[in-house]
């Protein structure tokens, strides 16, 4: 089958940059990295799609377990930042990567130029961003004369949103669960910003509902999202006007990186409209090539004709991983479910330690929030435990466990709103999944 029947953006002229960077990390003396990890299965010369679905695939858990300078190809004067891929709640799951440059030539072309603000460009972009995320000094950096960059803080919304009022913010680089927030907070405070024109949204999944919402809250505003992951050096999904009416369609960034879509389970390419993850691959010789990353994000590759003159279009299913989804600035991780979990047996309760959580949106007032429902399979002969008032104390014990941040569990979400409801169920069975052994599911 040729590379075009083949849900991947591969085309003959990224043969050139991908054999330069394999030889990179083959021959740099100074990082064993790839070298003890192909283990001289792999060489330079790669010559069709096929003969490169040969390397063998790239995880997160192997870059974890080795020191950055271990996976360092440049010399350690030419990093300009170190990017760290903000994990789950748990410990040790940061991933830190070196990186060459804030690349700041693809904030120019496609999240500052004057068509990504609508036609008419902004002058004052509030970053209301993690402080972990490498996106604000890359903004910064790419800032060009007559645009100004504001601090925003977003563990203090009333603040921020004052200082969007008084500087007469037009713009906004943030993330969804941060936008709630602050719109939450200038409500409260009566602060209308009619000046506030441009949103770009990215760091976590916007689903349809939130979407909606935005637009409401802000009829006047052009919206444009970010796609992308912090180990993969910031974002490689982009959208053009045509695309903008779905939070989850995205087109590629064709010069910086090959992108593969696989089954999960087997690793084999998918064909275009099959759900796969996302694997990526670098064309630049960077501080620390990525070859074949396992992204552990979902989607489809439909090629098809866009009004832009693209042919390739990316559907995010839930930028969900095995292990983790982000949703609403709150973290869902398998992690924090099964320490949970682990509370159950000693107070009395037999369970599988298998799960299933399903997460559903539920519009009050227009406002998305999430319903969680945790399906769960009691041991055979677990007796009377599960009886009536039973389960409704292991739905308490389980969100008074389950931390959602690293200081709130899902109880305290449920008072303070963040979540509707939490309701653990009990089943004979697990319900089939499109994708094996998902443990979170997304319904929207
Ligand atoms: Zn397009």
């Known amino acids: 089958m040729p590379e075009t029947d083949y849900a991947t953006n591969f085309s003959p002229e990224m043969l050139e940059p991908v054999n330069s960077v394999l030889e990179q990390v083959l021959s740099c003396e100074a990082a064993p990295f790839y070298r003890e990890k192909y283990a001289g299965a792999v060489k330079a010369g790669v010559r069709d799609y096929a003969a490169f679905t040969e390397i063998p695939l790239l995880e997160k858990a192997e870059l974890l377990r080795r020191n950055w300078r271990e996976r360092l190809y440049i010399p350690e004067e030419e990093i300009s930042h170190f990017s760290i891929s903000s994990g789950t709640a748990a410990a040790g799951s940061h991933l830190v990567t070196p990186q060459a440059s804030y690349e700041t030539e693809n904030l120019f072309r496609y999240y500052l130029s004057d068509q990504a603000f609508g036609g008419k460009p902004v002058k004052r972009i509030m970053l209301l961003l993690s402080p972990m995320t490498s996106f604000a000094p890359r903004m910064i950096k790419a800032s060009r004369p007559g645009l100004i960059m504001i601090s925003g803080d977003v563990r203090n919304m009333k603040t921020s949103a004052l200082i969007a009022r008084e500087t007469e913010a037009d713009g906004l680089a943030t993330f969804s669960g941060a936008l709630h927030k602050f719109l939450d907070a200038c409500d409260s405070l009566g602060i209308t910003l009619p000046n506030l024109r441009?949103?770009?949204?990215?760091?976590?999944?916007?689903?349809?509902?939130?979407?909606?919402?935005?637009?409401?809250?802000?009829?006047?505003?052009?919206?444009?999202?970010?796609?992308?992951?912090?180990?993969?050096?910031?974002?490689?999904?982009?959208?053009?006007?045509?695309?903008?009416?779905?939070?989850?369609?995205?087109?590629?960034?064709?010069?910086?990186?090959?992108?593969?879509?696989?089954?999960?389970?087997?690793?084999?390419?998918c064909v275009p409209g099959q759900e796969g993850e996302i694997t990526h691959t670098d064309l630049a010789r960077k501080?620390?090539?990525?070859?074949?990353?396992?992204?552990?994000?979902?989607?489809?590759?439909?090629?098809?004709?866009?009004?832009?003159?693209?042919?390739?279009?990316?559907?995010?299913?839930?930028?969900?991983?095995?292990?983790n989804f982000r949703y609403g600035g709150i973290v869902f991780s398998v992690e924090m479910i099964s320490s949970a979990l682990g509370k159950a047996a000693p107070a009395g309760f037999a369970l599988k330690p298998d799960f299933r959580l399903h997460i559903y949106e539920v519009s009050e007032g227009g406002r998305p929030r999430p319903r969680l429902e945790l399906h769960l399979i009691p041991e055979l002969n677990?007796?009377?435990?599960?009886?009536?008032?039973g389960a409704a104390r292991l739905s308490k014990l389980i969100a008074e466990n389950l931390y959602l941040s690293p200081s709130s569990s899902v109880a305290d979400m449920e008072r303070e709103g963040g979540i509707r409801s939490f309701e653990v169920r009990l089943v004979d069975a697990f319900e089939a999944d499109t994708i094996k052994a998902r443990k979170i599911i997304p319904h929207f």
């Open 287 to 323: 501080a620390s090539p990525l070859i074949r990353y396992r992204t552990g994000d979902l989607g489809v590759i439909e090629k098809r004709a866009c009004p832009c003159g693209e042919n390739i279009i990316l559907y995010l299913k839930g930028r969900m991983g095995f292990d």
């Open 382 to 389: 677990a007796g009377p435990s599960f009886d009536g008032a």
């Open 198 to 269: 441009w949103i770009s949204l990215g760091a976590e999944y916007t689903s349809q509902l939130q979407y909606d919402y935005f637009r409401a809250k802000l009829p006047s505003a052009v919206f444009r999202f970010r796609g992308g992951a912090a180990e993969i050096g910031g974002n490689r999904y982009y959208k053009c006007p045509s695309l903008s009416d779905r939070p989850d369609t995205f087109h590629l960034m064709h010069h910086t990186h090959l992108a593969e879509l696989l089954d999960p389970v087997s690793g084999r390419p």
